[in-house]
């Protein structure tokens, strides 16, 4: 790492007074600011927390530089079962698997300081903390959402710059550099092995789990509590292998305050963008007077008036659209022909903004000129999912049937309990995964964790029996399959990386 990227706490707690600036990749010593000041009591150094949290959706000096939204957006675009439904400019590159392949990439260079930016943040924030005025209650609050927040940008990182985990195996291939704290960022760092970097991100999530204990129902879910520990930690224990463990740590997150919603796939006109919603676990709350423009996940998968949203409308795979039973509530969000999406049953950027068939309708804002809306980070329904593959995978039949049944019976009222054993029925469970999760960010990650290559030139099964062509466009993808094992699966080094960090390793070009 750079010694630059150190800490940046001092530019965080300027951007919660100010919003003259944009350019948050300064170093506090630039500030002139103590940092003793900073963390003289708990009372800054929530502040300093809350600084994180805005960075974590703050948008950067481009329109498709928005903190961790950004990588959301990243991700399902890099799978097959969302696609453009005609040519843009932002993040086509992602689209046709280009764009984390170029080292000189200004995105790419972004991404990567993003993440070590905020790292940094919650380093400076852990370093300091004990040391604080305050009760220990509130230190370890403060503490046990610096350790998901740290945990959840090493998860991205490894996942995206670091080789595949293979359950099972000793993973000594290589991840992505370690900074834990202060002083191990004045020194590049060469990239730990996957297994130190799961290591990490366990421990964190263990020290997170246990200082929210008991901490009360938040106002805000942007602060990750112990549920979202938990239900992160389910997360890296599926792509782990450890099913079992897996399933037990959703159930848990499971519990509390959240509850799945009859109507949250036809809600209207708001869907999908407010975190008051019953089944957000964790998310952002942007404030209508720190309105950043047209920058939100929202932006580039829904129904907005910005121009990616007129030029590149998005859409459902076909091949995914034809599996969703027609008494499924969420298959509603996708027009089946142009002429539905065309016409007052959807919601387009514009009345005459024109859409082609499979166009979505998942993420509506109540106003297209204002679309700073929040964005879900974690929903129950994914908890229910990991559960049900966790215990599908243990050879816990039972169990997962009955936590998929007790998700899916509230999407779609006539299904029935499933009775498939084996791997039918985590089949069945990884269908309902990418038709429930569609266009929140899991299926680049899921496809990497399954070993599963990107196809996107299938054809769909019609409900008469008839074959339909893919509706992904060559000439936009670019790339049609992606192979398992093929080096694209890493995302590379940039330039800026290579030249600042010597101990650096690329990637495979």
């Known amino acids: 790492m750079k010694k630059c990227i150190t800490s940046f706490v001092t530019a965080i707690l300027l951007l919660m007074t100010t919003s003259c600036s944009r350019d948050f990749l300064e170093t506090y010593s630039s500030q002139g600011v103590d940092e003793g000041t900073i963390f003289m009591n708990t009372e800054n150094a929530s502040g300093a927390l809350e600084?994180?949290?805005?960075?974590?959706?703050?948008?950067?000096?481009?329109?498709?530089?928005?903190?961790?939204?950004?990588m959301l957006v990243m991700s399902d675009l890099m799978g097959e079962d969302l696609?453009?439904?005609?040519?843009?400019?932002?993040?086509?590159?992602?689209?046709?698997?280009?764009?984390?392949?170029?080292?000189?990439?200004?995105?790419?260079?972004?991404?990567?300081?993003?993440?070590?930016?905020?790292?940094?943040?919650?380093?400076?924030?852990?370093?300091?903390?004990?040391?604080?005025?305050?009760?220990?209650?509130?230190?370890?609050?403060?503490?046990?959402?610096?350790?998901?927040?740290?945990?959840?940008h090493y998860f991205n990182l490894v996942r995206m710059w670091g080789k595949r985990y293979n359950p099972g195996e000793n993973n000594e291939q290589l991840g992505v550099p370690l900074v834990i704290d202060p002083e191990t960022s004045e020194t590049p760092q060469p990239r730990a092995t996957v297994e130190e970097v799961y290591q990490v991100i366990n421990e964190d999530l263990d020290k997170a789990i246990e200082l929210l204990e008991g901490f009360p129902v938040r106002t805000n879910k942007i602060h990750p509590n112990q549920s979202v520990a938990n239900g992160l930690k389910s997360r890296v224990l599926l792509t782990q292998g450890k099913w079992s463990e897996a399933a037990q740590y959703a159930k848990a997150a499971r519990t509390g305050e959240y509850q799945l919603s009859q109507t949250i796939f036809t809600e209207t006109p708001s869907r999908f963008c407010n975190q008051s919603n019953s089944e957000w676990m964790w998310g952002t709350k942007r404030i209508a007077a720190e309105d950043e423009g047209f920058s939100s996940l929202q932006v580039f998968f829904g129904n907005t008036d910005a121009i990616t949203s007129r030029n590149g409308p998005k859409c459902i795979y076909n091949v995914l659209y034809h599996k969703i039973d027609n008494t499924d509530k969420r298959k509603g969000m996708f027009a089946a022909t142009k002429a539905i999406a065309m016409s007052d049953a959807f919601v387009r950027p514009q009345p005459s903004t024109d859409v082609p068939a499979y166009y979505n309708n998942k993420y509506l804002v109540p106003d297209h000129n204002s679309p700073q809306v929040d964005c879900p980070y974690m929903r129950i329904a994914e908890m229910f999912l990991n559960e049900a593959e966790g215990y599908a995978r243990a050879g816990s039949h039972a169990q997962a049937q009955q936590a998929l049944y007790d998700l899916i019976i509230?999407?779609?009222?006539?299904?029935?309990?499933?009775?498939?054993?084996?791997?039918?029925?985590?089949?069945?469970?990884?269908?309902h995964r990418r038709i429930e999760l569609w266009g929140e960010g899991f299926r680049y990650f899921d496809l990497k964790r399954l070993n599963l290559?990107?196809?996107?030139?299938?054809?769909?099964i019609l409900p008469d029996g008839k074959e339909e062509t893919s509706n992904h466009s060559a000439s936009i993808a670019q790339f049609l399959e992606i192979p398992v094992g093929d080096k694209r699966w890493e995302y590379l080094f940039s330039d800026d990386e290579l030249n600042n960090n010597p101990n650096i390793v690329q990637n495979e070009l």
């Open 410 to 431: 509230t999407r779609d009222p006539a299904y029935v309990k499933s009775v498939k054993t084996g791997n039918d029925l985590i089949e069945e469970i990884l269908l």
């Open 83 to 152: 696609l453009f439904g005609k040519s843009t400019t932002l993040f086509l590159q992602s689209y046709n698997w280009s764009v984390h392949r170029n080292i000189t990439s200004a995105m790419m260079n972004y991404c990567y300081k993003y993440h070590y930016n905020i790292i940094a943040n919650v380093n400076t924030i852990l370093e300091n903390i004990d040391d604080a005025d305050g009760s220990q209650s509130d230190k370890d609050h403060i503490k046990g959402q610096a350790y998901v927040v740290r945990a959840a």
């Open 51 to 70: 600084g994180v949290f805005k960075l974590m959706y703050l948008r950067g000096s481009s329109q498709n530089y928005m903190g961790y939204e950004t």
């Open 453 to 460: 290559p990107c196809i996107r030139n299938e054809a769909a």
